[in-house]
């Protein structure tokens, strides 16, 4: 079992920047090689992609929309991922959730195995 837990959420204003940290745990965290990710997810739309990392740190990948806002990074020695995000836009505003899977940087929900409970960003205008 993996448990992930998320913190660093709140309400910021656009133009603002916030970090989000994910504290992975478990046995089969750390027996196995998982890619960490960021997932968001809005009032009303499905929840989406946000930015993924290797276990290594060496690979992240990110959805269009955040890409040169975002960054995505990783501590192994805390195991404990984080996502620094810039320029905050409202559209941004969402539940931010950490995902862990063992297939290698994929965007599809469905293919995560391990999920947190979510924190909230909310970005005003």
């Known amino acids: 079992q993996v448990q992930l837990v998320e913190s660093g959420g709140g309400l910021v204003q656009a133009g603002d920047s916030l970090t989000l940290s994910c504290a992975a745990s478990g046995r089969t965290f750390r027996d196995r090689e998982y890619t960490l990710t960021w997932f968001r997810q809005a009032p009303g739309k499905v929840r989406e992609f946000v930015a993924g990392?290797?276990?290594?740190?060496?690979?992240?990948r990110y959805a269009d929309s955040v890409k040169g806002r975002f960054t995505i990074s990783r501590d192994n020695a805390k195991n404990t991922v984080y996502l620094q995000m810039d320029s905050l836009k409202p559209e941004d505003t969402a539940v931010y959730y950490c995902?862990?899977?063992?297939?290698?940087?994929?965007?599809?929900?469905?293919?995560?195995?391990?999920w947190g409970q979510g924190t909230q960003v909310t970005v005003s205008s």
């Open positions: 990392i290797t276990r290594s740190g060496g690979i992240t």
């Open positions: 995902a862990a899977s063992s297939v290698l940087l994929t965007a599809v929900r469905d293919l995560y195995e391990y």
